[in-house]
T-cell receptor, first 113, second 113 residues
Framework: EPEVTQTPSHQVTQMGQEVILRCVPI?????FYWYRQILGQKVEFLVS????????KSEIFDDQFSVERPDGSNFTLKIRSTKLEDSAMYFC???????????FGSGTRLTVV | AQSVTQLDSHVSVSEGTPVLLRCNYS??????LFWYVQHPNKGLQLLLK??????LVKGINGFEAEFKKSETSFHLTKPSAHMSDAAEYFC???????????FGPGTSLSVIP
């Protein structure tokens, strides 16, 4: 079964540093998403992306965050200047037009120290 | 706007006994509904999904869920719990075919030997 691949599985970064989380969505999917789960809390929507632009973003997704699809296969989330409270599990997801194939990656655990 | 309520934050069952994890949703449209499982320090695994086909949905590992529109419920069941079922379970709803999904707060399932 097709998978959404995320790398790295775990990243440790110093506060104030830039970090890029990488995702390879399922190849024929057109809609891409990032979600975040702070330890012990529920999964929260960050941003959705379609046709090379952001289609929706949450209030969490402030100017420190950006997303990009630099080529035909990767989908990245960049945090410009990480804060301690950015420590969380970040999940990438992709879907087809009918949501039948809404699939999450295994996540990247980001630890900001 | 969509929302998801998981009535129990924690459920404990004995091995071999039935599992019932409750989920109620609010949606303006005909929703897509999902159940995901998350084992400790792991990613999100799709158990099953409802997308306006059969109201009784069978998933992996013996789980199933029934969509009841009149009750706005999508409860997850399993006839006989196994130790490996101990995990966090999330009920998830999506309004449109390619929209963000909304996670419930999760139910932690413990299985007692």
């Amino acid at each position: 079964e097709p998978e959404v691949t995320q790398t790295p599985s775990h990243q440790v970064t110093q506060m104030g540093q830039e970090v890029i989380l990488r995702c390879v969505p399922i190849s024929n999917h057109l809609y891409f998403y990032w979600y975040r789960q702070i330890l012990g809390q529920k999964v929260e929507f960050l941003v959705s992306f379609y046709n090379n632009e952001i289609s929706e973003k949450s209030e969490i997704f402030d100017d420190q965050f950006s997303v990009e699809r630099p080529d035909g296969s990767n989908f990245t989330l960049k945090i410009r200047s990480t804060k301690l409270e950015d420590s969380a599990m970040y999940f990438c997801a992709s879907s087809d037009q009918n949501n039948y194939g809404y699939t999450f990656g295994s996540g990247t655990r980001l630890t900001v120290v | 706007a969509q929302s998801v309520t998981q009535l129990d934050s924690h459920v404990s069952v004995s091995e071999g006994t039935p599992v019932l994890l409750r989920c109620n949703y609010s949606s303006s449209y005909s929703p897509s509904l999902f159940w995901y499982v998350q084992h400790p320090n792991k990613g999100l695994q799709l158990l099953l999904k409802y997308t306006s086909a059969a109201t009784l949905v069978k998933g992996i590992n013996g789980f199933e869920a029934e969509f009841k529109k009149s009750e706005t419920s999508f409860h997850l069941t399993k006839p006989s719990a196994h130790m490996s079922d101990a995990a966090e379970y999330f009920c998830v709803v999506s309004d449109t075919s390619y929209d963000k999904v909304i996670f419930g707060p999760g139910t932690s399932l413990s299985v007692i030997p």
